[in-house]
């Protein structure tokens, strides 16, 4: 079965503890996406990549990092910097087909600041 | 730039209709439709292209009108399935080779027996 997977599904991350979220697709997508979501709030882009080794930052790309080292795979870090990381992380990939591109979302991982 | 959703909030009696809109200050290319529910991930309802057709499938359909860069989805005959929360996303007509979306905040939909 094609898909997205994103692990861990919950991750508690200490004070100054830098901690990556991992994202897998075996869709043969060309484009990932980092999202962060808030509670009761909507989307806001992390980072993004649309071809291997390369990325761009989004709207709230300080305190993160990512890499892109292979098709399938987009891990997110986020690092000490982030003051704020408690949030629902969700990856997303896309591919563009004939004039259409849909982005199809991950399951998600629940990021908690002990 | 950011498209705005409206209404915010709504709750219907399961059966009754509802129309959620999306309306952007930016010529749209394209107009995608997600529905959340609590806790999960978007899930894909459908996209609509400028110059394509409305588009729907089963009680949920959408229309796209290029004129107010506005789309619209209607959901009829609601079901207590149809509850959570709608997400548009746009793509501007002049975003070239980028191919993010830029989001609403979102349309909380909840269906009551």
């Known amino acids: 079965d094609g898909g997205i997977t994103q692990s861990p599904k919950y991750l508690f991350r200490k004070e100054g503890q830098n901690v990556t979220l991992s994202c897998e697709q075996n869709?043969?997508?060309?484009?990932m996406y980092w999202y962060r979501q808030d509670p009761g709030q909507g989307l806001r882009l992390i980072y993004y990549?649309?071809?291997?080794?390369?990325?761009q930052k989004g709207d709230i790309a300080e305190g993160y990092s990512v890499s892109r080292e292979k098709k399938e795979s987009f891990p997110l870090t986020v690092t000490s910097a982030q003051k704020n990381p408690t949030a629902f992380y969700l990856c997303?990939?896309?591919?563009?087909?004939?004039?259409?591109?849909?982005?199809?979302f991950g399951p998600g991982t629940r990021l908690l600041v002990l | 730039q950011q498209p705005v959703q409206s209404p915010q909030a709504v709750i219907l009696r399961e059966g009754e209709d509802a129309v959620i809109n999306c309306s952007s200050s930016?010529?749209?290319?394209?107009v995608h439709w997600y529905r959340q529910k609590h806790g999960e991930a978007p899930v894909f309802l459908m996209i609509?292209?400028?110059g394509g057709e409305q588009k729907g499938h089963d009680k949920i359909s959408a229309s796209f009108n290029e004129k107010k860069q506005q789309s619209s989805l209607y959901l009829t005959a609601s079901q207590l399935s149809y509850s959570g929360t709608y997400f548009c996303?746009?793509?501007?007509?002049?975003?070239?080779?980028?191919?993010?979306?830029?989001w609403g905040l979102g349309t909380s939909l909840a269906v009551n027996p």
């Open positions: 997303a990939s896309s591919k563009r087909q004939g004039g259409q591109e849909t982005q199809y």
């Open positions: 869709l043969n997508h060309d484009a």
């Open positions: 990549s649309q071809i291997v080794n390369d990325f």
């Open positions: 930016k010529a749209l290319y394209s």
């Open positions: 609509l292209l400028k």
């Open positions: 996303g746009t793509q501007p007509i002049n975003a070239g080779n980028n191919r993010k979306l830029i």
